[in-house]
């Protein structure tokens, strides 16, 4: 990834993490918790792709292992969320742009229930058994209900500032080496025509101020 796609990821999601344990956490909701960090990874997805998701939501994933209060082993939800970040990209649409809002939110319902799933099958798979008391099918429900109601104010704001990010006039969207750039720059600017056009003008104004002179002189012997 691009270091500036690195130092945008990173503080949205730090952002996210730190609103999702100050304030989500504390609204002691029913059943879960609105997953902001996820609605980030998926925002940043929709814009870089696939591989970039993919990076994205372990980092993402593997920040929110360590935060506290962590109470599953370190790793798992960078698992489900680099999972999540790769299926995501691959509905990026085209410039990253939304035509509509049906195709986001059908991404953000199938990341919430793919999520708790995949969270809940990998800690079965290690010996946590807390989704099996709280109620996959209450938690499957409302971590689908809270992300979908929280998704139309951050999904397309994150998206947004991840486009304008990536339309940095000093970031490099030319391929090719330095020489190249500096020559392509100089044809599209049409500095070398246009001294090509200077010099065949002045080849054909001599050959004419030429031929009228010796027009003239013809007329003079005609005299």
Known sequence: MRVNRVILSSALIVVALVIQVSVLARLQLPGAVPDLVLLTVLGLALVYGHLGGAFVGFGAGLLADLAPPADHAAGRYALVLCVIGYLAGLAKPDHGRLRSAAGPMLVVVGAAI????????VGALVGDTAARHVGLPSLLFTATL???????FTVPLIMAIARRAENDPLADTGGGSPKNNIASGWLSGGTGLRIGGQRGGLRVKAARNRAARAGRIKGVKRL
């Open 146 to 152: 809270y992300d979908l109601l929280l998704a139309p």
């Open 114 to 121: 793919g999520s708790t799933l995949l969270y809940a099958t």
